[in-house]
């Protein structure tokens, strides 16, 4: 039977952490889609491994390791990954399959996406237009996406635009030279001079380095999906980024490339809906972004300090900041108050989308992340990260502002998240705010449901009211054994 493990929110939230659990019990761990983009970092045996286009069910020698169809591989970066790995004492040898109809990333993509980023910067610094989306797109990493310049973005492009190269492809030599020829005079007539530094024969040169070595990996993965759910293999798919990143249901432009739920999970691996027995939603215990884009409950202040510095909020990939939810002082600027409702619920604005921050829970986000996965079962991480807080906030919707002048009731945001950005940029966030546990007790350490502050357990509750799916597993530490697997699941 197969079990799906997703990120539920915006990427980072710590799936690599439970995929390194349940892969103890399974015989097979895939990736379905993405890149070298994505990171998981797991400790284990005192050894902190990064993963990026490797599954992390390298981890566990008895478990063989596939990277699906739906997934794009930068061939040098695969082997160098490999490579840390062995020489952290990883033995992947024979581990490791690479689907022949997985897409190429070429070092022509890489560069690529830096142009493309930079022409959406410099647009954005020429555009003088006094619509509100420009000046966001502004905001938002001077109006690029924000992307890891990894070159993921122009293959999925070459993909479906079908110029791009298959695994399978690298193995016929005369027909790889031909067409690599032929992308580089295309991104020579697209892009003029700023592609002089790309040599197109050092590109083939090194696919004939890595050619013979990477044969050994290449596989039909279809007969393989095929036969391994046929005998009820236990098989495990490890999600890449998360939900808010998909490119059909996330905050579209700002998202990766692929389609990053359940139905990604789905068509990149070949996978039979009929046995799929969980699908598992990792949530963190507060929200972060690495990257551009709308975070609606994004904190400026020094509740979003604490949860950074506190949660060691950095990309596995980039190294950059992430971006955390919170409570805002003041987002204007200026000094411009921020609207206040009675009793434990107030309105804050959502802000103008900057970088590097952190903050609060939002059920609005997992509502609609829920309401595409279709999660059975929840895991919550970080939660000992809130150890250090008297009071907790959850965003739990969402007002229009503009439809409240324009109307004679405000339009409210609960069970669904806005496709439109500048909806999003002029919303409100409407938040309750929860006992916090900080001197009544500690989760980080905890190693069962009662060891847990009993405020900390209300918050596990009103997740699992508000989003409709029971929280099965809960992170209290950076450790592998710093999970709590609720016993009654």
């Known amino acids: 039977m197969i079990t799906i ?3 539920a929110q915006w990427g980072d939230e710590g799936k690599g952490k439970l995929t390194d659990i349940l892969c103890a019990k399974a015989s097979l761990c895939a990736r379905a889609q993405g890149g070298n983009n994505a990171g998981h970092t797991i400790v284990a045996n005192g050894q902190i ?37 062995q020489k952290k004492g990883l033995d992947t040898k024979g581990r490791i399959l690479l689907s022949d109809r997985a897409h190429v990333v070429l070092d022509l993509h890489l ?35 924000g992307t890891t310049k990894k070159g993921i ?24 030279d031909k067409r690599l020829r ?12 700023a592609t002089k530094d790309y040599d197109v024969e050092a590109e083939i040169a090194r696919f004939d380095t890595h050619r013979e070595h990477l044969r050994s990996f290449a596989i039909n993965a279809v007969p393989l999906m095929a036969s391994a759910q046929k005998n009820d293999m236990p098989i495990l798919v490890e999600g890449a980024n998360a939900l808010m990143l998909d490119i059909n249901h996330g905050t579209y432009p700002f998202v990766t490339s692929s389609a990053t739920g359940t139905g990604g999970a789905i068509d990149g691996l070949a996978l039979s809906p009929f046995k799929i027995k969980d699908i598992i939603g990792v949530v963190k215990a507060y929200t972060t972004r690495v990257g551009g884009g709308p975070f609606p409950s994004e904190a400026l202040n020094d509740d979003g300090d604490t949860l950074q510095s506190k949660g060691h909020e950095y990309g596995v990939t980039t190294g950059r900041r992430r971006r955390c939810v919170s409570p805002i002082s003041s987002i204007y600027g200026g000094g411009q108050s921020i609207p206040r409702l009675p009793a434990i619920s107030d309105t804050l604005p959502v802000h103008e989308i900057l970088t590097g921050l952190q903050g609060w829970l939002d059920l609005v986000v997992l509502r609609h992340s829920h309401a595409i996965n279709h999660y059975t079962t929840l895991n919550l991480t970080k939660l000992d990260i ?21 109307s004679s009731a405000p339009v409210t945001y609960k069970n669904e998240f806005p ?7 002029r919303c409100e966030v409407l938040y309750e705010e929860l006992q916090g546990w900080k001197g009544k007790g500690r989760v980080a350490g905890a190693k069962s449901w009662d060891d847990l502050p009993q405020q900390a357990r209300a918050y596990v509750e009103f997740i699992e009211q508000n989003v409709g799916v029971r929280v099965g597993y809960i992170g209290t530490g950076p450790n592998r054994e710093d999970m709590i697997v609720r016993s009654d699941m």
């Open 5 to 7: 493990v997703l990120g």
């Open 182 to 193: 032929v992308l580089a005079r295309g991104a020579q007539k697209r892009y003029g001079n």
């Open 386 to 406: 809130l150890d250090h807080f008297d009071t907790i906030r959850v965003a739990v919707a969402y007002t229009d502002p503009l439809d409240m002048m324009n």
């Open 153 to 176: 973005g122009p293959a999925y492009s070459a993909k479906h635009a079908r110029s791009g190269v298959r695994i399978h492809q690298i193995f016929n030599k005369e027909e790889l």
């Open 111 to 145: 560069l690529i996406d830096s142009l493309q980023e930079g022409e959406l910067i410099e647009a954005a610094e020429k555009e003088q237009s006094s619509d509100r989306q420009v000046v966001v797109a502004k905001k938002s990493f001077g109006g690029a996406i």
């Open 49 to 85: 491994y990064d993963f990026h286009i490797l599954p992390s069910g390298l981890v566990n020698p008895k478990c063989l390791n596939l990277i699906g169809t739906g997934c794009v591989v930068h061939i040098p970066s695969f082997f160098k990954e490999l490579e840390d790995l």
């Open 419 to 425: 496709a439109d950005l500048s909806v999003l940029d």
